[in-house]
């Protein structure tokens, strides 16, 4: 992808874990169990033949979903698989480059792996579903959860297969990449801002 130097970064709060706690109290309170489990059989592991993955490599895939991509316009994290790229917050679909994201998924969450990130149905995002309320989508309102639930790793080593520097947005709760002097196009306005943990994501 030919990402620049990476800069510095302040520690910030992070998405927590006791976040899923509040995520699981307001979809009671809100009535959504059910529409949940019924978006979970309908994201992108359901979507048309992927872009850049045979049928034979995604079913050895096992535990793991390729086809996420880098967006060179917002620098956000999206899922390439489908005819059509989403909604991009700098206008029209999202732009790819770089990297072929293999990312892993409904696997036991550890202390260097996240779980609750979550494709959006409406932008095509990743999105971090630990929250009471879904963030911001460049679609309008907030993300629409549906799919696997992705179990990012982070605070880890970089390998010749990974790429660091994946962050959390705390105003859109999207993934983006920031390892450029600019933070993107965030859908809530401006650039996107910096938290939480540092995501090592492998790629193909």
Request: proline share 9%.
């Given at each position: 992808?030919?990402?620049?130097?990476v800069?510095?970064?302040?520690?910030q709060?992070?998405?927590g874990?006791r976040a899923v706690?509040?995520?699981?109290l307001?979809?009671a309170?809100?009535?959504?169990?059910?529409a949940?489990?019924?978006?979970?059989?309908?994201?992108?592991?359901?979507?048309s033949p992927?872009?850049?993955?045979?049928?034979?490599?995604?079913?050895?895939a096992?535990?793991?979903?390729?086809?996420?991509r880098?967006?060179?316009?917002?620098?956000?994290?999206?899922?390439?698989?489908y005819?059509?790229?989403g909604?991009?917050?700098?206008g029209?679909?999202h732009?790819a480059?770089?990297?072929?994201?293999?990312?892993?998924?409904?696997?036991?969450?550890t202390?260097t792996a996240?779980?609750n990130?979550?494709f959006c149905?409406?932008c095509?995002g990743?999105f971090?579903?630990g929250?009471p309320?879904d963030?911001r989508c460049?679609?309008?309102?907030?993300?629409a959860?549906a799919?696997?639930?992705?179990?990012l790793?982070?605070d880890?080593p970089?390998?010749?297969?990974?790429?660091?520097?994946?962050?959390?947005?705390?105003?859109c709760y999207?993934?983006?990449?920031y390892?450029?002097?600019t933070?993107?196009r965030?859908?809530a306005?401006?650039?996107?801002?910096?938290a939480?943990?540092?995501?090592?994501?492998p790629?193909?």
């Open positions: 992808m030919g990402f620049l130097t800069r510095d970064e302040d520690p709060s992070r998405p874990r706690l509040a995520r699981a307001g979809l309170a809100a009535g959504l169990g059910t949940a489990a019924v978006g979970a059989a309908t994201g992108p592991a359901s979507a992927a872009k850049t993955s045979s049928p034979a490599k995604t079913k050895a096992l535990a793991n979903q390729a086809d996420w880098f967006c060179t316009k917002c620098y956000g994290m999206f899922f390439r698989g005819p059509t790229d909604a991009c917050p700098a029209s679909g732009d480059a770089g990297y072929n994201f293999n990312l892993p998924y409904n696997i036991p969450e202390p996240q779980h990130w979550r149905t409406k095509y990743m971090f579903w929250y309320d963030g460049p679609a309008g309102n907030a993300h959860a799919g696997y639930d992705f179990v790793p982070h880890i970089e390998t010749a297969t990974t790429q660091r520097n994946w962050r959390f947005c705390p105003k999207g993934l983006y990449y390892g450029y002097p933070n993107g965030c859908p306005g401006n650039a996107h801002s910096v939480g943990y540092n995501f090592v994501l790629h193909l």
